[in-house]
């Protein structure tokens, strides 16, 4: 039995696929983004990333023509959305004392909100997960939905990825990586946004998913070759002749990464960068590649985390975006 990874549905708030093709960032991408809530939602305090998860997620059931059942499962990979949301409770907590800081604020800051507005906003009872990761994070999430699909728990799986620039994991990076920089300019572009996919058996007119895995390694070079190394070879055992692969890695840490996973394979720069965007990255790259070179080859992602993890995606062609 084959299963589908499609169609993508992509928003961001710089613009669509075509821009980030061309380069370019587009203002207002999203300026509607609550007009196309679904009418008696209670997403007013939320994140505008929640929100995007919500739409992406809606609009591709709906486009799919997928019914929202119990046996639909819902499995989410994102950053650590909700530290800003953490960092204004404890503020508020110790500066005008806790009886002050707002209820509104202590729910936004549990790490798995994005899921739960979407399992309460579209009304979905099945099982829901999260992975919190950076990189990798969604390439889990796709891992666990074919498990699930393969073994019959769900008869398929809604994968939503979000990418943010929260200011408090910026500075965090920044310390680590570039301490000298931490309060220099800022040189570095954030993309913001949201991709959802389904994980299906035998879905006509979407690529087949040939490969979907992670390796947890550790922070040293070494460590991280054996880790790549070995997610590499059983990824190559069942990707077709030609598939083209990208990479993702940490921006501030490209250089470092790079020189792991040459050591290990070939792969292909996407031609613009998209813009520093955690979990969301690899999906952003795959759908770019996609996008600009239209060949039936297939397509894959190698993904290095800034954790020490790693993880690749394989497709039997080009992932395909939805565009209603």
Not at 22 to 43: M, V
Not at 110 to 139: D, E, P, W, Y
Request: charged residues 25%.
């Amino acid at each position: 039995m084959s299963l589908a990874l499609g169609p993508f549905h992509f928003l961001s708030f710089s613009g669509d696929l075509d821009d980030l093709a061309a380069g370019k960032e587009r203002e207002g991408a999203l300026q509607d983004l609550d007009a196309r809530l679904p009418a008696g939602h209670s997403l007013r305090r939320t994140c505008d990333e929640t929100k995007a998860a919500v739409v992406a997620a809606l609009e591709l059931l709906r486009a799919e023509k997928v019914e929202v059942t119990p046996r639909l499962g819902l499995y989410v990979g994102q950053q650590q959305i909700a530290m800003e949301y953490c960092s204004q409770f404890i503020q508020t907590s110790y500066r005008d004392g806790p009886r002050m800081a707002s209820p509104m604020q202590f729910s936004e800051s549990v790490a798995n909100n994005a899921a739960t507005h979407l399992s309460l906003t579209l009304k979905m009872t099945g099982l829901a997960q999260t992975f919190i990761g950076c990189r990798v994070a969604g390439i889990q999430a796709v891992q666990s939905a074919v498990e699930d699909v393969l073994d019959g728990t769900v008869d398929a799986g809604l994968v939503v990825v979000l990418g943010t620039s929260s200011t408090l994991a910026r500075e965090a990076y920044r310390a680590v990586y570039r301490p000298h920089q931490r309060r220099g300019p800022d040189d570095m572009r954030y993309l913001r946004g949201v991709a959802a996919v389904l994980v299906r058996r035998e879905a006509p007119g979407q690529p087949k998913l040939l490969y979907a895995g992670v390796r947890c390694g550790g922070r040293e070079p070494g460590q991280q070759i054996r880790t790549v190394g070995s997610l590499w070879t059983e990824a190559d055992l069942k990707m077709k002749d030609g598939t083209r692969v990208v990479d993702s890695t940490l921006a501030l840490a490209r250089s470092r990464s790079m020189g792991v996973i040459r050591r290990i394979g070939e792969t292909t720069a996407v031609p613009v960068a998209p813009g520093e965007c955690y979990a969301l990255d690899p999906f952003a790259k795959l759908l770019l590649d996609s996008r600009m070179h239209t060949g039936g080859e297939g397509r894959a992602v190698l993904c290095l985390g800034e954790e020490g993890t790693a993880g690749m995606l394989a497709l039997d062609g080009p992932a395909r975006a939805l565009k209603l």
